[in-house]
Each structure stands twice: as structure tokens, then as C-alpha cells.
T-cell receptor, first 113, second 115 residues
């Protein structure tokens, strides 16, 4: 099976702009989780989507949002970008149980100037 | 809130030797899951090993094994016969039993395997 894919791999934006990141899960996986990885804060959980519904949410401001489509592909959106949003954004997919092993994508490296 | 602590920011080991990475966690939950993930340089994160808290037996996966001490809230990873390809960041992670895939990660340990 193909692994988790994320597009784009690299992105440069300026403050105030918005950005949309995409994640395609492993075929058959229904859960997609998003994480932010920074040198200062490490890996932090953003949210999880299952069957097109947000099932769990981390402690991030409302500028961070997401959605999931019927084919389980997920998008994450960040509005009004701030310098501190520069990070590696990781997506992970799992079959859909409440405690599944998660399989990570390569990440999208977002740089905010 | 659950917290995960990895007290060793960096470690190194000679090829073919054994190394142990430490992880402690804080939780009031009785049922939970613990993971070790590996993130090689510029490559994606992969699962190394997983442990269910209700299982007393320590998980093993080829050269990787854990020492799970539930009372002490400790979850260390032992890598035997270290190989150059084991060079990576290693993250310890915690998930509550019914937490819908919300994993809490430690800060990571950068392991370098030297030839």
C-alpha cells in the first residue's frame, strides 16, 4: 500500500496570508490526525478527523482548522499566518479505532516570513 | 494533563553496541498506550514499538525492546546491536485509552550511531 502523502512538501508564505495543506491517508484508513512540530514546542497535536467529523482537538487557536472529505483525504488551513506558525506540519493516518497505531506522512515544511 | 519527559536530549553509541533511551510520563489514567517513534534525518516518522499499559509483558520488536515500569511511570527503549541506520530522533509518546488518537510526545532524544 502507498503510504501517507502530504502536499506540498515545502511552502513559503508571508504574515497575514492563509495556507492550506493536504494529506492523503493510507488506503482504507479513516482517521487523519495533524501535528505541528517546532524546535521550541516539539510535537503538538492539532486535531483529528474521522468520517468527515472532527473527533478530537488540541489546544490551538481558531486560526487552525481542518476538514476531511468522503475519501478520507484531509486538509488543514491556517488563516492570518504568524511568524510562530513556521513549523513542520505532520499528518498521520490510522484505521479509525480509538487507539490505533498512527502512520505518519513526510510533512509539509511551512515557513512564514 | 499528561506529560512525557525524555531527559536525554542527545546520545551516541558505537555500532553493534546496546543503548537505552529513557522516558518517563505523568498520568492519573490506569489504562493507556505508550509508543516509541523514530524520525531519521529528513525522513518521515515511523513506529518503533508500542506497549499497552494493561500488559505486564514488555514489548519487543527485533532489536528493539522496552522496559515498562508502570508504577514508576517509566518506559525506556533498548536498542541492541545498534546499526548506522538507527541514527535518528526518537520520540516517546503517550495516548489515553479513549483519546481518539491524541498522542502526547516527549521532546525527543537525538541518537547517533558511530561506526
Amino acid at each position: 500500500k502507498a503510504g501517507v502523502t502530504q502536499t506540498p512538501r515545502y511552502l513559503i508564505k508571508t504574515r497575514g496570508q492563509q495556507v492550506t495543506l493536504s494529506c492523503s491517508p493510507i488506503s482504507g484508513h479513516r482517521s487523519v490526525s495533524w501535528y505541528q512540530q517546532t524546535p521550541g514546542q516539539g510535537l503538538q497535536f492539532l486535531f483529528e478527523y474521522f468520517s468527515e467529523t472532527q473527533r478530537n482537538k488540541g489546544n490551538f487557536p481558531g486560526r487552525f482548522s481542518g476538514r476531511q472529505f468522503s475519501n478520507s483525504r484531509s486538509e488543514m488551513n491556517v488563516s492570518t499566518l504568524e511568524l510562530g506558525d513556521s513549523a513542520l506540519y505532520l499528518c498521520a493516518s490510522s484505521p479509525g479505532g480509538r487507539v490505533d497505531t498512527q502512520y505518519f506522512g513526510p510533512g509539509t515544511r511551512l515557513t512564514v516570513l | 494533563a499528561q506529560t512525557v519527559t525524555q531527559s536525554q536530549p542527545e546520545m551516541s553509541v558505537q555500532e553493534a553496541e546496546t543503548v537505552t533511551l529513557s522516558c518517563t510520563y505523568d498520568t492519573s489514567e490506569s489504562n493507556y498506550y505508550l509508543f516509541w517513534y523514530k524520525q531519521p534525518p529528513s525522513r518521515q516518522m515511523i513506529l518503533v514499538i508500542r506497549q499497552e499499559a494493561y500488559k505486564q509483558q514488555n514489548a519487543t520488536e527485533n532489536r528493539f525492546s522496552v522496559n515498562f515500569q508502570k508504577a514508576a511511570k517509566s518506559f525506556s527503549l533498548k536498542i541492541s546491536d545498534s546499526q548506522l541506520g538507527d541514527t535518528a530522533m526518537y520520540f516517546c509518546a503517550f495516548m489515553k485509552h479513549v483519546d481518539n488518537n491524541d498522542m502526547r510526545f516527549g521532546a525527543g532524544t537525538r541518537l547517533t550511531v558511530k561506526p
